[in-house]
């Protein structure tokens, strides 16, 4: 053991798997225990009803009850018609009178090796954490047997489950396996102190890797509850029991025993930056220690609290690991390369990581593309992480990471109590520029001003004032760091200004057409006053409820007709629609003062629905039209998506949202060819509809009129509006 200074963690030092070499007190046994009768399923909130709703994907139309397709239904099912996938999701989603004697058939065929040709333990969580959900203790034996078989895919299946089986499997899989273990983990914890009576039979038993297992997981449990509440907990089994288990708590050994890492043939600790304590740099022992603990599976790394806090030079040394992965061929089985980037990276990292998202998508390296975003952006979290997690929502960025991106930026919001576009606001940088939009750049000898008009094109000043072209390139009079360090400093401001401009004047627009609202004092901080965001929002029309105001260069607020408009304290503030505005009274106003917009606001196209259009879900007049592909695709470029790949290759239409859950579908034939978008270049348009359940609508429900979706009448004015001006595109 290395003699290292006390200002060193003492993780460093000690190691979590020097505890391996010490010597373990012999096993008291106790044999002859019976475990308890299983107990009731425990759920999370909320968690049964997620599992139910697992069925309803893939499940096309949602017919009545009483409808003969359910009878149509039992009989496929009965002869085997019917998929094994799909009775497993008939059972949850059917009614009583069609599928409620079936189960015992559906069972006795899973007892079977191979049905149907097809392995029955193919089934996923779509099938079987609904039949778990739905059914509990009677399928309780099938939802094991899948779970033993694919303990890493399927054990999240077992985790309302409690009984001494179950928790056996549990305690094996903490010890014994990676990602299973981390299932083992989560129902330990969840059954906490329930489950002591049911591991006790093993950790008190004959058998060795049974009994390891079993005192395992009683010692995460104890490292959760306490020491005493699980000594407690396992005197239902007596005191000699009860005895047993204190003494294998009491050992000293880690709750999951931990093997020493062997360090990969790429990676030679020695060449590595040092990592710097108040005692000094970490000697070769202490280094090889870290970098062995950052190669476990942990999430966090063991010790990563202490190590953050008394160690300098993290990220630099995660970031050598990596290079040293790369240059090896970025080998698999190392995703904890990746991981520590996340624990340990700093502003820095996220410069040198988000690159990464685009260049290995463009490599077809998605699940590694997927680790940055969740694994290191995501787990940095910073306002910088955070904004390139937002520059990869948009439409622009390629595909593979766009939905991963979204789930970060939607999870990093709540952790702040934020809606996702409070959140955006929060992460506009302001580039470094003082409060009146300007930064001074300085050459040593010369100082120049910097600044962005309202059309956000920069403008340089010298030192009297007098305005330049542009920056000039450093002289031989300048300081020869200072200069050289400015220009290229302007040269990044022009572009981050660029960046952000483009950003901002798409959520701009979609706040107008969507209606994003802002509070006064949201509107204050984040629109009027930010260097660069209030020069795009000098160039609009805003609304304080139903009153419509112009922001003046000097940052007051007019009317129409050019009166001080005193801005409401409670009233919410948003980008107006012409659809609600005197446009031509706007107009004349923003002529006059040679206002150019950063988007079509006032000079917009606006549409109504004709009045018998207004009780109906669907748009007809639109339908039995003929289009091109190429029309299609360019309405997906904008607020639409392409409908998923179906089983025959094909993109049936496009669609997009005008609501919570609630979207305009359009359906095509013969559809967008997935990979040759030209194979078809006329598309007829089947069928224009409002759309609540997406997915059952593409997948099969298409000839079906969605019962629970609004009228078009009943939909906002605005969105209607854009909607029909975005569809005119097509005919």
Known sequence: MSDLPPAVPSVLVDPPWAGESRSRPAPVVVPGLTPPAPGPLTW?????????????????????????????????????????????????IGPERAFGDLLPLFLERAEESSWQGVNLYGLDHYELMPLVAHFGPRVRDLAVRAAKRRPADLGEVLLPYLDAEVAGLAADWLVRLKTAGRIGRLWLLRHGLDAVPHLVPDAVGKRRASRDAAAAGLRLIAEESGRDAVVAAARVHGDLA????????????????????????????????????????LDGTATRNLVKLAMLPDDPMPGAEAVRAACAGLPEFAWAIFEAWRAAGEPNGHAWVLARLGEFGD??????????????????????????????????GTDAALRELAL????????????????????????????????AD????????????????????????????????PYVADGDGKRRKTLPKPGVKDDPELAPAAHRRFAALKKDVRAVAADRIVRLETAMVTGG????????????????????????????????????????????????YTLPEGAPIGVAHPLRLDVSAWSRVFADYEVLQPFPQLARRVAVLREDERDARRLARLEGGTTSFGAVLRLARQHWERAPVLDGGGEPGVFRRVGEKLHIAVELDPGIAAGA????????????????????????GRDAEDPDAPRLGDLDPVIVSEVLVDLATLT
């Open 347 to 380: 502003d820095g990292t996220v410069r040198r990581a988000a690159p990464l998202v685009r260049e290995w998508i463009a490599a077809r390296k998605h699940v590694k593309a997927g680790q940055v975003v969740e694994d290191v952006l995501a787990r940095i």
């Open 426 to 457: 929060r992460l506009v940088p302001d580039l470094g520029l003082d409060a009146d939009g300007t930064l001074t750049l300085d050459y040593g000898p010369r100082r120049f001003v910097v600044g962005f008009d309202e059309q956000l094109r």
């Open 242 to 281: 009860a005895d047993a288990v204190a003494g294998a708590l009491d050992a000293g050994i880690p709750a999951v025993p931990v093997k020493e890492p062997k360090l990969p043939p790429w990676l030679d600790p020695a060449a590595l930056p040092r990592v710097a304590t108040p005692a000094g740099d």
């Open 517 to 564: 609202r802002w509070t006064a004092g949201e509107f204050r901080e984040f629109v009027v006053t930010h260097p660069l965001v209030r020069q795009l929002a000098r160039r609009l029309v805003w609304t304080a409820g139903t009153d419509a105001f112009r922001i003046a260069e000097d940052g007051s607020f007019a009317t129409v007709d050019d009166e001080t």
């Open 392 to 423: 990869m929502t948009r439409r622009s960025f390629p595909g593979g990471a766009r939905g991963d991106a979204s789930l970060a930026l939607a999870r990093a919001a709540g952790r702040r109590g934020l809606t996702d576009e409070q959140l």
């Open 677 to 700: 978008p030209d194979s078809s270049p006329e598309q007829r348009i089947r069928r224009v509809q409002v759309v609540t359940d997406l997915d059952a609508w593409w997948w099969g």
């Open 44 to 92: 999370e909130d909320g968690e049964r009803e997620r599992w139910i709703e697992k069925a309803s994907f893939m499940i096309f139309v949602k017919y009545p009850d009483d409808d003969p397709f359910w009878d149509a239904a039992r009989e496929r099912f009965l002869s085997g018609e019917t998929d094994y996938r799909h009775q497993a999701k008939e059972l949850v």
